[in-house]
């Protein structure tokens, strides 16, 4: 299946990502390219196959007790921060 | 000198005092200074913490410590977090993200007193299957250095190949491990899913990504996996099983092994590569194993079931680059939608974002069913043949690739070419289980890698097999023309 320019300008809005002009037709042809070939798995028979989605069967999520594991960080974490005030992320505003 | 030795060598010499950590890391960092300028392999030296960790691991041997890595040198992959040492993970977006902890890959090796000289070169986001993809820049293979060395974790193979530590850390989420260690002939273990800590790997996809080791041989690299290895809490993923002693089964006896080879894994190989696998394959009858074939019937479907997993994780993943918390952040944002859009637009490469894109279609409405479940569905069927082939065979072998390093810029432009360079190593990835590569020869002058692949938890046998063929032949020794 290929796929349009507008295809490409619907994906990448959803995944939160510009892309600019020069770029779109590099991307229009590569994943066209790219979606034909995975549609190959639609030759595969798969009636009656349950999908997986951990590589080893039997492993369940573990608990652990509802206890604090962790100490206060956050001076240390919003040192990478773009920007920050008084120990806040700082964003462009959202609310008039 | 010094970078010839074995890990094992290396470490009676600093148990006896012959040599120092200090000493050691010295000469591998005057053989980066020397030799990274033109292969680009590590993007972060850290050499001053390194000589600081060399001088806790001199003292702790003073003090009457023992251990194998105690002072022993080695290059992490800069995708694991490194406390207070930049983690860029070969992106623009996390060129100024300096850790705020250690991956516990990371902290057990430091534990153990193993000395971090840097950070090796990778494809952005171990998004790459050549290391071009990386912000910094392509890594060279030091057997060629007009050529790949395979990725995405190019620059811990190029670096252990050209010797510029005794080993190094990587990941393999489709092949970055096996793939590149096959093409600059060293040594890659990929474990068992769940084997090693993930905690503080930078993720791509979740159900795929493993931690494992670069090394020269395969008893050095039972080593390291077992400073790796081992359950961690912080990893939700992370099994819960006990670490048998890698080293104590080296040597065990192959007679009675049974190998299986792995029929689809030859199909359309070149003559010469095919060879090589065959040679491999008589070394191990004389050792005493048995070979059959066995057949994955559905194994050429393990491409396009990857290419729908792994970018569906990736988009989900990489949906925490925002600008906001950490990483790059757009000049002058309009508002906060352009914020997020402009600052991944800008901080991901071509590379990442066709992956997050082409995640981001198959999870999408109306093509979730079509792609995304049904690729799990395949995924199942592949699992349920290795299994099937486990009841014929203990271990599987075939090539790593189906052909030797390829030119830097050959294959960039075409992503589904590219991606078919991991068509023999996706498999073990999908089905969760442990691989290995080493040497077995040369194609063109180029080294070629031999693949085993165990059930889960077999990285003992993985590693034992790989032994016993490394006592026999000489292709793990040498080294590339000028880096002896």
């Not at chain 2, 990929?190 to 020269?216: E, H």
Request: aromatic share 8%; glycine share 8%; net charge neutral.
């Amino acid at each position: 299946m290929s796929l349009t320019r507008q295809d490409v300008e619907k994906i990448a809005r959803l995944a939160r990502l510009s892309i600019t002009d020069a770029e779109m037709p590099v991307y229009v042809t590569s994943l066209s390219s790219i979606v034909n070939f995975v549609d190959e798995l639609a030759r595969a028979q798969t009636d009656h196959v349950e999908p997986m989605a951990h590589p080893l069967d039997g492993q369940h999520q573990r608990l652990r007790a509802d206890v604090v594991s962790e100490s206060d960080h956050h001076e240390k974490y919003q040192a990478n921060a773009p920007a920050v005030q008084a120990g806040l992320y700082v964003v462009p505003r959202v609310i008039e | 000198m010094l970078h010839t030795f074995s890990i094992g060598e290396l470490g009676r010499r600093l148990s006896a005092k012959e040599i120092s950590s200090v000493e050691l890391t010295r000469h591998f960092l005057a053989r980066i200074e020397r030799l990274n300028p033109t292969l680009n392999a590590l993007i972060t030296l850290t050499a001053d913490q390194a000589l600081a960790a060399a001088g806790k691991a001199d003292a702790r041997r003073a003090a009457g410590e023992q251990g194998p890595l105690l002072g022993i040198p080695l290059i992490h992959k800069d995708i694991f977090c490194t406390d207070g040492v930049r983690t860029s993970c070969g992106s623009r977006m996390l060129d100024n993200f300096v850790a705020p902890y250690d991956a516990t890959v990371v902290a057990r090796l430091k534990a153990d007193g193993a000395v971090m000289l840097g950070k090796a070169n990778m494809d952005e986001f171990a998004m790459g299957s050549s290391n071009e993809t990386s912000y910094y820049g392509p890594v060279k293979n030091p057997w060629d250095t007009t050529k790949v060395p395979g990725g995405s974790s190019g620059g811990s193979a190029a670096a252990t190949a050209a010797r510029l530590a005794p080993f190094a850390t990587g990941t393999d989420t489709g092949g970055s491990i096996r793939q590149p260690a096959a093409l600059t002939g060293v040594t890659g273990v990929k474990p068992t899913y769940g084997r090693v800590s993930r905690f503080g790997l930078v993720a791509f996809a979740s159900s795929l990504d493993q931690a494992g080791v670069f090394a020269r041989s395969a008893a050095d690299a039972a080593l390291v996996l077992q400073s790796m290895a081992g359950f961690d809490p912080r990893d939700s993923t992370s099994i819960d099983e006990p670490v048998p002693d890698y080293s104590a089964t080296l040597d065990a006896p192959l007679a009675g092994l049974k190998i299986g080879l792995l029929r689809e894994f030859f199909d359309g190989l070149e003559a010469r590569n095919a060879a090589l696998i065959h040679d491999a394959l008589k070394i191990y009858r004389q050792l005493g194993a048995t070979t059959v074939e066995v057949s994955l019937p559905n194994l050429p479907m393990s491409v396009p079931t990857y290419y729908v997993v792994a970018p569906a994780e990736c988009s989900s993943n990489l949906s925490r680059f925002d600008g906001v918390r950490y990483g790059y952040r757009c000049e002058n944002p309009k508002d906060l939608l352009d914020l997020y859009t402009r600052s991944r637009g800008e901080g991901f490469g071509a590379e990442v974002k066709r992956r997050i894109m082409t995640g981001t279609y198959v999870l999408s409405a109306g093509y979730f069913d079509a792609y995304y479940l049904k690729a799990q569905k395949v995924r199942r069927l592949i699992t349920n043949d290795f299994r099937a082939a486990f009841k014929q065979a203990d271990l599987l072998i075939g090539p790593t690739t189906p052909t030797p390093a390829f030119a830097i810029g050959a294959k960039i432009d075409d992503p589904v070419t590219m991606y078919l360079n991991e068509i023999y190593t996706i498999g073990a990835n999908l089905a969760g289980l442990p691989g290995l590569s080493l040497p077995c020869g040369y194609v063109d002058s180029l080294p070629m890698g031999l693949q085993l692949i165990g059930p889960h938890f077999s990285e003992a046998k993985l590693l034992n097999a790989a032994h016993r063929f490394q006592e026999a032949t000489d292709w793990h020794r040498q080294a590339p023309r000028g880096y002896e």
